[in-house]
């Protein structure tokens, strides 16, 4: 099992880490690997960016709802 910081330093096997990419975001790894020989490798830093910047929106998110939830459950209950 790979860790999130593992992907900020690509082991020098770019099949690697895109393999470690796809393990620890359960991509595709077909699909992944079509967009990197798409983007000729340039854009695969690009997705890893996206994908961490996406994890910071999402736990945002997580936590504005489950406040709303708490919220509405004690008016409820």
Request: net charge negative; with cysteine; proline share 3%.
């Amino acid at each position: 099992m790979f860790e999130k910081q593992d992907l900020n330093t690509c082991p020098a096997d770019f099949h690697a880490c895109v393999a470690a990419f796809c393990e620890y975001y359960n991509v595709d790894e077909p699909v992944a690997a079509a967009f990197c020989a798409h983007t000729e490798n340039a854009g695969f830093a690009c997705l890893i960016k996206g994908y961490v910047e996406m994890a910071r929106l999402n736990s945002q998110i997580c936590a504005e709802y489950t406040a709303c939830e708490a919220e509405a459950y004690r008016l409820v209950c």
